[in-house]
């Protein structure tokens, strides 16, 4: 499945940006989709992620800020991000997690640039 990440950009702290990851397919066998980010110098790390059945689960640091979603009409993920802060600045990627056959594959988007402001 190919992903396509969009909706980064330039932001001040305290704003908003909703990040969008769309699937060229819909996704059959699905365990879960999710976003990461990884920021210069650090290591990639998990902001969020939604299961087929539609729990979600959040780093501590987006807790309260960030919201997953996804439509399955448009095999769209989408991360709704409120009150940036600068620390938040990273490359965000979208993957989906899910069974082809017998195999588990995890397909990863290109990534979108968040930059936030003080």
């Known amino acids: 499945v190919q992903l396509q990440a969009s909706g980064g950009g330039f932001v001040q702290a305290g704003g908003s940006l909703r990040l969008s990851c769309a699937a060229s397919?819909?996704?059959?066998?699905?365990?879960?989709m999710g976003w990461y980010r990884q920021a210069p110098g650090k290591q990639r790390e998990l902001v969020a992620t939604?299961?087929?059945?539609?729990?979600?689960d959040y780093a501590d640091f987006v807790k309260g800020r960030f919201t997953i979603s996804r439509d399955n009409a448009k095999n769209t993920l989408y991360l709704q991000m409120n009150s940036l802060k600068p620390e938040d600045t990273a490359v965000y990627y979208c993957?989906?997690?899910?069974?082809?056959?017998?195999?588990?594959?995890?397909?990863w988007g290109q990534g979108t640039q968040v930059t936030v402001s003080s």
């Open positions: 939604i299961t087929s059945g539609g729990s979600t």
């Open positions: 397919r819909r996704i059959f066998r699905l365990n879960a």
């Open positions: 993957n989906a997690d899910y069974y082809s056959n017998f195999d588990r594959n995890v397909d």
